[in-house]
């Protein structure tokens, strides 16, 4: 507002143009994410505590199991997209986005890489990462993960095929091994992750902190 402001009286009293492309700040929840010591500790937290379930979980395993991962705001910080909306003043839109995701310039959600090679580690394990990025472009997606040391040969990625294609329907495939999953057969998922509640099956036998993990994003939701 202030440089808005500003912007109007220089142009009164001095005849300047003027340029108000750049907000003076940028919104509180953004500033919480890119800013605050709180943000990267619920992440780490989260991490943290997934590590010790999933690794005692691993442990009971005799046959192969997954974990499943969302990726934006759950392993990938897009931050850096938002701060492009909020300095040019445009709303999200699909086409933004996808340069955004082409550009691949995602950086990490705090502890998601620790954690990811944690279990890497572990016998039989695999990691799937469900996300509503179009399956188009999972090139680019992989090629940023592997950017930021994140990918491996073996991982599995269920993007979005369109718009119908639900990620309730890329879970399932996962747990019943059929569809997208049928090369790999049916895994068992030892845990969930997630920014969003359509990011975990909705079944009340996984617990919160136990099965399921969710990552903060107080910048975009369907709440
Ligand atoms: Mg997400």
Known sequence: ???????????????????????????????????????????????????????????????????????????????????????????????????????????????AKEFIAKVRKLPRARIIFISNRYARNTGHSRANLEKLGLSANNDIYLLRKEKADTKTIRQKEVLQGNGRMKKHGALKVLAWFGDAAHDVPADSNLKWGTHKFMLPNPVYGNW
């Open 1 to 111: 507002m202030k440089s808005a402001l500003t912007c109007v009286f220089s142009a009164i009293l001095l005849g300047v143009g003027c340029t108000t492309s750049k907000p003076e700040s940028f919104s509180t929840a953004l500033n919480w994410v890119t800013k605050s010591r709180e943000y990267q500790a619920v992440c780490l937290q989260t991490y943290a505590n997934a590590w010790e379930k999933v690794a005692a979980a691993a442990k009971k395993q005799k046959g192969p199991w997954a974990i499943v991962m969302d990726l934006d705001e759950t392993v990938l910080d897009n931050s850096g997209y938002q701060r492009r909306l909020e300095e040019s003043g445009e709303a999200y839109s699909q086409e933004s986005w996808e340069k955004w995701v082409i550009e691949e310039k995602s950086t990490l959600v705090p502890g």
